[in-house]
């Protein structure tokens, strides 16, 4: 885990891109309260999520979300993304897109999430896209990801 202990008075950040979140998901822990994670009157289901559209500016995921409590409620569905084999020092997982969905009790709905094309890409003299799979995950916070879905990059 991150050493945030002063020495002489300084506190040196060295995790650069790993930090909040994505340190949590590198050193393959649990926090108490997750990225993402909110505190709602009612409960959900991510029924299915797939890729349903690649443009040249992205991608879109659909996802059926169900409220499968007793109340009304709201709810963000994430999509993070992932790559277990790359080339470019990256997070093992970092949010891409979102969408908030309001729900009925027992009620359905379908979101579509864009994932920009920039969400894969990293910086070297310019924004380059590294050949290969990226793994896209879709759920309600940055540990409760249910439904996995690979993507060409």
């Known amino acids: 885990m991150l050493d945030v202990t002063p020495?002489?008075?300084?506190?040196?950040?060295?995790?650069?891109?790993?930090?909040?979140?994505?340190?949590?998901?590198?050193?393959?822990?649990?926090?108490?309260?997750?990225?993402?994670?909110?505190?709602?009157?009612?409960?959900?289901?991510?029924?299915?999520?797939?890729?349903?559209?690649?443009?040249?500016?992205?991608?879109?995921?659909?996802?059926?979300?169900?409220n499968t409590g007793d109340r009304a409620g709201k709810q963000v569905v994430q999509v993070y993304a992932s790559r277990a084999a790359s080339s470019v020092d990256r997070p093992a997982l970092w949010l891409v897109g979102f969408a908030v969905v309001r729900c009925a009790p027992g009620q359905s709905r379908t979101v579509e999430i864009a994932v920009p094309r920039r969400a894969f890409e990293h910086w070297e003299q310019g924004w380059r896209l590294e050949p290969g799979a990226f793994e896209l995950a879709v759920g309600v916070s940055s540990v409760d990801l249910p439904i996995r879905r690979s993507v060409a990059g």
Request: net charge negative; charged share 15%.
């Open 7 to 66: 020495i002489d008075g300084v506190v040196r950040y060295a995790e650069g891109i790993h930090i909040g979140y994505r340190a949590w998901a590198r050193a393959g822990a649990t926090p108490a309260y997750p990225f993402g994670f909110g505190l709602g009157y009612t409960t959900w289901a991510i029924e299915s999520a797939e890729v349903a559209g690649t443009t040249a500016d992205g991608v879109v995921v659909t996802a059926a979300v169900r």
